[in-house]
């Protein structure tokens, strides 16, 4: 049977991003590459957002900022893609409840983990949920090498072993993995089900609501200090608004193997992030292991053009 996250499906005509920009052919290879440009201006918009989400984690804890996080971006994507409600079957609702669950755990996950450990070494051991999406998902034995080439980048940048971080805050890690993977899935049948952004922003609200909870629990009225909730704003548009928005656009247009390989750029822009935000310097080993994972990522984009001329 073939996986269901494969082939990303192309979007509808008129969608936004269907069209590439500098009026490039379908089959051009700068159409191709549109989506590899999205993965990647995703990624970094969602690793700095995450480097400011741990500055703000000391005002509002980890669940705070996560309800913040999701609750805000909700709110910006309801007001910007006014979503219909009418004209969905079952199915339909249940990927944007599937989809909106995924991001919710993921977020919750991920932060208790960046609570506990460095953010380079937490999406370390996140983006092995990706990695291990794309060896299942990939009939390719070209696109097993590139993920086992990211794989040993995300070990070196690691430091080899992962027994001197906290056990717990390494078990986050790993969850929020599964449950990026699941994201990955997801997203791609979210917009193959709904037009542009709209299923996003429904499943963006639907996390929301189940985060809420969490965040009201641990932060209470800390939520509502303007400057926690202008830090948490930037955190929305950086980690969910814009980098959602992009990766569910690509996986239109990309298949899902190469996006799950070039989710492995994401401890290289973590690592990045957590030098030039939170003063995290970087060692040799890890200069190696990143120039691995871009390696292994450059080598997965080349893979998909050729496939698709």
């Not at 995924?102 to 919750?108: P, S, V």
């Not at 799950?260 to 957590?274: C, F, H, R, Y």
């Not at 995290?280 to 120039?291: E, G, M, N």
Request: charge should be positive; aromatic fraction near 6%.
């Amino acid at each position: 049977m073939d996986s269901p996250v494969r082939d990303a499906a192309p979007a509808a005509a008129g969608a936004v991003g269907a069209e590439p920009r500098g009026g490039a052919a379908p089959g051009s290879a700068g159409h191709r590459l549109g989506p590899v440009a999205l993965v990647v201006a995703g990624g970094l918009s969602v690793q700095f957002g995450s480097a400011v989400a741990v500055l703000l984690m000391p005002r509002a804890g980890a669940l705070g900022v996560v309800t913040l996080r999701l609750l805000l971006a909700a709110a910006v994507l309801l007001i910007v893609c006014r979503p219909k409600v009418r004209g969905y079957g079952r199915a339909d609702w249940g990927t944007i409840v599937a989809f909106g669950a995924a991001m919710a755990g993921m977020n919750i996950l991920f932060y208790q983990s960046v609570d506990r450990i460095p953010l380079g070494a937490a999406v370390t051991l996140e983006v092995l949920g990706p990695l291990i999406l794309s060896v299942v998902a990939s009939r390719r034995l070209v696109n097993l090498l590139w993920a086992g080439l990211a794989l040993v980048g995300v070990v070196l940048l690691g430091g080899g072993g992962f027994d001197r971080l906290d056990p717990v805050g390494a078990g986050f890690a790993l969850a929020a993995g599964a449950m990026w993977a699941t994201y990955i899935v997801f997203s791609a049948r979210t917009g193959r089900r709904f037009p542009q952004a709209d299923g996003l922003a429904l499943a963006m609200a639907f996390g929301a609501v189940l985060s809420l909870p969490f965040g009201i629990v641990e932060a209470g009225d800390k939520l509502l200090v303007p400057s926690t909730i202008g830090l948490g704003l930037v955190v929305a548009l950086m980690s969910s608004v814009l980098p959602y928005t992009l990766e569910l656009l690509a996986l239109r247009r990309l298949p899902a193997p190469t996006f799950a390989i070039l989710m492995s750029l994401e401890p290289a822009i973590a690592a990045a992030a957590g030098f030039l935000v939170l003063s995290q310097a970087l060692s040799a080993l890890d200069a190696l292991a990143i120039a691995l994972v871009i390696a292994a990522s450059m080598g997965a984009v080349r893979t998909q053009v050729r496939g698709a001329a």
